[in-house]
């Protein structure tokens, strides 16, 4: 089973023990609502049921999809994979110390990236290209030094950006960041 497929398992898990009902039930809700659009039922479960982003995501996708998200649909097997697959590594430590900074962690890969949050975003993970793996950041007043640098056009999403080169460099002051972003969140 791959880190994704764990988070995936570990996200159904805990929207059904903080919410107290499973991701079956809320498909259901959805379903009922007759809401075509995935950001529509995002939207809905957001504002009319309090989830959060990466749990009304979770469940939009598993109303498209007819249920849980399967291995064929894994956005992150995709950014990872031809040229790009020596990054996988680096990308699976990221994630499995983000993890250990508590339980409300949420990840929400997109296409072209993954999203970590908490009640906001506060970093994303991008295999930018072949050699390289792109960790934005949400730093609000650490100024840039050394290799943490402002993200400038790389994504307005982020305050800061770490550049990776052929995956190296996942090591104690990145997860230090990564915290730092993930307490300011």
């Given at each position: 089973?791959?880190?994704?497929?764990?988070?995936?398992?570990?996200?159904?898990?805990?929207?059904?023990?903080?919410?107290?009902?499973?991701?079956?039930?809320?498909?259901?809700?959805?379903?009922?609502?007759?809401?075509?659009?995935?950001?529509?039922?995002?939207?809905?479960?957001?504002?009319?049921?309090?989830?959060?982003?990466?749990?009304?995501?979770?469940?939009?996708?598993?109303?498209?999809?007819?249920?849980?998200?399967?291995?064929?649909?894994?956005?992150?097997?995709?950014?990872?994979?031809?040229?790009?697959?020596?990054?996988?590594?680096?990308?699976?430590?990221?994630l499995a110390a983000v993890q250990k900074f508590g339980p409300d962690v949420e990840v929400a890969?997109?296409?072209?990236?993954?999203?970590?949050?908490?009640k906001k975003q506060f970093a994303i993970v991008q295999p930018s290209t072949a050699t390289r793996?792109?960790?934005?950041?949400?730093?609000?007043?650490?100024?840039?030094?050394?290799r943490l640098e402002v993200s400038g056009s790389f994504n307005s999403m982020v305050s800061h950006?770490?550049?990776?080169?052929?995956?190296?460099?996942?090591?104690?002051?990145?997860?230090?960041?990564?915290?730092?972003?993930?307490?300011?969140?």
């Amino acid at each position: 089973m791959s880190k994704l497929d764990d988070a995936v398992s570990n996200m159904i898990a805990n929207l059904e023990s903080k919410t107290g009902k499973s991701l079956a039930d809320w498909v259901k809700l959805v379903q009922a609502e007759k809401l075509e659009k995935h950001g529509e039922r995002v939207t809905f479960l957001k504002s009319k049921h309090g989830l959060g982003h990466g749990y009304a995501n979770l469940v939009a996708h598993s109303v498209a999809g007819g249920g849980t998200p399967s291995r064929g649909e894994d956005p992150v097997a995709a950014q990872y994979e031809g040229a790009k697959a020596p990054l996988r590594p680096a990308y699976d430590s990221i994630l499995a110390a983000v993890q250990k900074f508590g339980p409300d962690v949420e990840v929400a890969p997109k296409k072209a990236y993954v999203s970590l949050r908490r009640k906001k975003q506060f970093a994303i993970v991008q295999p930018s290209t072949a050699t390289r793996l792109d960790v934005g950041l949400n730093l609000k007043g650490v100024p840039p030094k050394g290799r943490l640098e402002v993200s400038g056009s790389f994504n307005s999403m982020v305050s800061h950006r770490v550049r990776l080169e052929s995956g190296k460099g996942v090591d104690k002051e990145l997860i230090g960041w990564l915290k730092q972003a993930y307490d300011q969140a």
